[in-house]
């Protein structure tokens, strides 16, 4: 069974940093595709930042320069570091695992962590 657990969030001022971490258990994480999403109040669940299996980074354009994604296959991890953090980053940070397995598509999310930018 596979599980991400997610970590790192919290309350910061706006213009300070962050760094979420999250830890997936099982197999197949070298070989899929990473990505951590949000979800605001109100709000429908949005993609932040994806790594590919190859190592290739993608983001979402409000957050360009300012976040940045990586990954630690040796320790099932991936990252999101999160600078210049504004009031509007304020949301749930979900990570997310995805690819296909003999044929079969899979996809895995955390529990989620709050992260909180006061102005």
């Known amino acids: 069974q596979v599980q991400l657990v997610e970590s790192g969030g919290g309350l910061v001022q706006a213009g300070g940093s962050l760094r979420l971490s999250c830890v997936a258990s099982?197999?197949?994480?070298?070989?899929?595709?990473l990505g951590w999403y949000r979800q605001a109040p109100g709000k429908q669940r949005e993609g932040v930042a994806e790594?590919?299996?190859?190592?290739?980074?993608v983001y979402e354009d409000s957050v360009k320069g300012r976040f940045t994604i990586s990954r630690d296959n040796a320790k099932n991890t991936v990252y999101l570091q999160m600078n210049s953090l504004k009031p509007e980053d304020t949301a749930v940070y979900f990570c997310?695992?995805?690819?296909?397995?003999?044929?079969?598509?899979?996809?895995?999310w955390g529990q989620g962590t709050q992260v909180t930018v006061s102005s």
């Open positions: 997310n695992m995805q690819g296909f397995w003999y044929g079969e598509s899979y996809a895995y």
């Open positions: 790594i590919y299996s190859g190592g290739a980074t």
């Open positions: 099982g197999i197949r994480f070298s070989i899929s595709d």
